[in-house]
C-alpha cells in the first residue's frame, strides 16, 4: 500500500484554509452554522455532510477496533470531525497510513 500522500496534502491545504477562513470570519462557528441551517437549501448541504461525517466516524470506530485500539485512542479525531468534518478523517488516514507503513519497514 502507498503512503497516504494525497490525504496528507489535502490535510494541509484544507486546514490552512480552514485557519485563514476562521480567522477573517466576521462571525463564531456557530453562528454560521445557524445561519446555514436557515435556509432549507443550505441546510440540506450541512445535513449531507453531516451524514457523510457519522459514515467516517462509524468507519474510523470500525478500523480502530479491528486493529485493536480503543475508543479512547479514536476520540479526536471523533471530535475533530464533529467540528471540521473533513479534517478529522483525513488526519486518521495520514497519522495511521505512515504510522502502518514505518512499523512494517
Do not use: H
Amino acid at each position: 500500500m502507498t503512503r497516504p500522500y494525497i490525504a496528507l496534502a489535502s490535510l494541509l491545504m484544507f486546514s490552512l484554509y480552514t485557519l485563514s477562513t476562521m480567522f477573517s470570519a466576521n462571525q463564531s462557528l456557530i453562528t454560521f452554522g445557524l445561519e446555514l441551517m436557515s435556509r432549507p437549501d443550505t441546510a440540506q448541504v450541512v445535513i449531507d455532510l453531516y451524514l457523510m461525517a457519522g459514515m467516517a466516524c462509524v468507519w474510523m470506530y470500525r478500523d480502530a477496533r479491528a486493529k485493536g485500539k480503543s475508543l479512547i485512542r479514536i476520540l479526536p479525531y471523533l471530535l475533530l470531525t464533529a467540528i471540521f468534518v473533513s479534517i478529522g478523517p483525513l488526519l486518521y488516514i495520514v497519522i495511521n497510513g505512515f504510522g502502518r507503513r514505518s512499523a512494517r519497514q
